[in-house]
């Protein structure tokens, strides 16, 4: 197996909902944390959700409140997702929070003979 270490960052510049991460094909992803800061001074609410592959919607937090100039870490226990499956973010206020997500895709090892 191939382990690759990533990471994704998204200003949340609007309150629209957007896709974080995305599992790619033929790949296992351990998500092991999910940071969410202020960088405003005001404070805003995030939602987050993880979408699996036929397309039903699982809430990861639910407008949890992050305050203004907090750093939360919102996944403390590695979070296991499947090929395709789609992390995505929504900010209560537009440009006041980012989200990082690091994870561990895992990918089979390719045997050649």
Same mark, same amino acid.
């Given at each position: @197996?191939?382990?690759? =270490?990533?990471?994704?960052?998204?200003?949340?510049? %609007?309150?629209?909902?957007?896709?974080? =991460?995305?599992?790619? %094909?033929?790949?296992?992803?351990? /998500?092991?944390? /999910?940071?969410?800061?202020?960088? *405003?001074? %005001?404070? *805003? %609410?995030?939602? &987050?959700?993880?979408?699996?592959?036929?397309?039903?919607? =699982?809430?990861?937090? +639910?407008?949890?409140?992050?305050?203004?100039? #907090? !750093?939360?870490? &919102?996944?403390?226990?590695?979070? &296991?997702? #499947?090929?395709? #499956?789609?992390?995505?973010?929504?900010?209560?206020?537009?440009?006041?929070? +980012?989200?990082?997500?690091?994870? @561990? #895709?895992?990918?089979?090892?390719?045997? !050649?003979?």
């Amino acid at each position: @197996m191939a382990n690759v =270490f990533v990471n994704k960052k998204v200003d949340l510049t %609007s309150d629209a909902t957007t896709t974080l =991460f995305t599992v790619p %094909s033929a790949t296992t992803a351990i /998500i092991k944390s /999910i940071l969410v800061s202020d960088d *405003s001074g %005001s404070g *805003s %609410s995030i939602t &987050i959700t993880l979408t699996n592959a036929s397309g039903s919607v =699982f809430s990861i937090v +639910h407008q949890k409140v992050i305050a203004a100039n #907090e !750093v939360i870490q &919102i996944i403390t226990q590695p979070l &296991i997702a #499947e090929t395709g #499956e789609i992390v995505k973010v929504a900010a209560a206020n537009a440009n006041r929070l +980012h989200v990082i997500l690091s994870a @561990m #895709e895992v990918t089979p090892r390719t045997v !050649v003979s």
